[in-house]
């Protein structure tokens, strides 16, 4: 066994978490969400250094699919050369697609810009609308703070301040913006609280009633576009690439220079703007054609969509369905899982390769091991001790076997086994610089021979056996 000094690697494994009765609540509100009628798209230009600090932006206002307003936005500590651009260019107004005249266009400093902001976004409950979303809104913020709570681990954006004594405060009757990062194209994001809300801020979406409810927070209907395009393709977009695909009619240009405030460089933000507008309302388009009862803010994935579409489908939880099913196979079940996994096992040597490239890969298997039976099953039935026929069936696949689709059926199981070398998927942080867990398959080896280092792994991903120590072996059936 190699040195755990040398080897070791921190892994992290997946948990259930086992809320208390009351706290778990099946009958989620069907309320059918009414995407607002406006939209309020911002993008923002920053330096090109380390700071990356706002210089400017621009946002349309439109309702109902028309333009209402659009203006300009600058950074509180432009130098004045870059002022002086900004206020010549909003007297002459030109046009940033051909088919629409010369607007007539402010230039707003980043405090008024806010306001409407907030006007619009949370007064007025429209969509506020970016590409990238957390990075815009980060750049428009005066300051930040660790987010907790539900946001905990993330940060707590604060856009809105007043004048007092000569400086500038935080407004501590305005909302903040709190983002959680997931993954480089997905973060959590909601306002919080207020000190002393109005009456109207307390009366929730989509009350038939309309009357407000003490405690009730209105999060924001806060729509990242690159997010919406990763959830509805599985693809990672950049905003040249969305526009493109979706046939956005004015889609995004191009500037032989970053963070240097000209005529064209105004041009080239205003007409992001243009195209991130005509890119939501593609997207929107797109969404709508799915009946699924999901608001498309809030959908963070393809994961998303497909839990919306089993609900859709009258298809409860398993605990909805089956109260009594044992909670601690839930749990097995979650640390089993490794999706999205990769690895490279020969290093910094040149071999020959062959790209395969294995499209659709979870219905797939989910269709050759026929686990749809599970999802719609009235009842769920668990089989223990069955170590030796699963020893038995390991010990006689073969790659032959396993085109036979019979026994891709035979492989809904479940094993907890102690690593000793064996290859596995695992959960692990790679860089000490990142807090990023990613999956892998590797030679993967437990502290000791105790139980307590045993892992449970599906059966498909496990190798075939050897003298490891197996306990507690589980099929579901």
């Known amino acids: 066994m190699p040195s755990p000094e040398s080897r070791s690697l921190p892994i992290a494994v997946r948990v259930y978490p086992d ?45 109902a699919g028309r333009l209402v307003k659009e203006n300009l936005f600058r950074g509180d500590d432009l130098p004045a050369k870059d002022l002086r651009i900004l206020g010549h260019y909003v007297t002459t107004p030109r046009a940033v697609a051909p088919d629409e005249s010369g607007h007539d266009v402010s230039l707003l400093t980043r405090h008024k810009f806010v306001e409407k902001l907030f006007r619009a976004a949370y007064k007025g409950r429209c969509l506020l609308v970016a590409f990238n979303f957390p990075f815009d809104t980060s750049r428009v913020a005066r300051s930040f703070t660790n987010a907790r709570k539900r946001f905990a681990r993330g940060f707590s954006l604060d856009l809105w301040s007043y004048q007092k004594d000569g400086g500038e405060r935080r407004h501590p009757f305005r909302p903040s913006i709190c983002i ?17 809300p109005d009456e109207v801020d307390l009366i929730p979406e989509g009350s038939t009633a309309g009357k407000p409810e003490e405690g009730y927070i209105f999060r924001g209907h806060f729509l990242d576009l690159r997010t919406l395009a990763f959830a509805l393709t599985d693809r990672g977009y950049t905003l040249e690439q969305a526009c493109s695909d979706f046939g956005v009619e004015h889609g995004k240009q191009t500037v032989k220079q970053h963070g240097i405030v000209t005529n064209k460089y105004i041009d080239y933000n205003r007409r992001d703007v243009l195209a991130t507008s005509e890119l939501a309302v593609k997207l929107l388009e797109e969404y709508d054609k799915h009946p699924i009862n999901l608001q498309p803010t809030k959908a963070y994935s393809p994961a998303s969509i497909g839990k919306a579409y089993l609900q859709a489908m009258g298809i409860p939880p398993i605990l909805e369905r ?12 979650q640390s089993a899982f490794f999706g999205g996994r990769t690895s490279a096992h020969i290093r910094k040597v040149s071999v020959p390769v062959v790209y395969t490239d294995f499209l659709s890969m979870y ?11 599970f999802v719609t099953a009235r009842e769920i039935g668990i089989v223990e001790h069955c170590q030796a026929e699963i020893e038995t069936f390991l010990r006689q696949v073969t790659a032959s076997r396993l085109f036979r689709p019979a026994v891709w059926k035979q492989l809904t199981a479940f094993v907890r086994i102690i690593p000793d070398g064996d290859i596995l998927p695992s959960r692990g942080r790679y860089s000490v610089q990142s807090n990023d867990w990613q999956v892998a398959v ?7 021979d105790s139980l307590d280092d045993a892992l449970w792994f599906s059966l498909p991903d496990v190798p075939r056996p050897r003298c490891w120590p197996v306990s507690g072996r589980a099929r579901y059936s």
């Open 442 to 448: 590797n030679h993967l080896y437990a502290g000791d």
């Open 322 to 333: 089956q109260p009594d099913f044992p909670k601690r196979y839930l749990g097995y079940a």
């Open 180 to 196: 959680k990062h997931i993954d480089s194209k997905r973060a959590l994001k909601g306002f919080t609280g207020r000190r002393t």
């Open 19 to 63: 809320l208390n009765d009351e706290k778990r609540d099946f009958i989620k509100s069907q309320r059918e969400w009414k995407s607002p009628d406006a939209m309020f798209v911002f993008d923002t230009e920053t330096r090109t250094d380390r700071t990356q600090r706002l210089t400017f932006g621009s946002y349309r206002f439109i309702v």
């Open 363 to 373: 219905p797939t298997v989910n269709s050759l091991m026929d686990l749809w039976s």
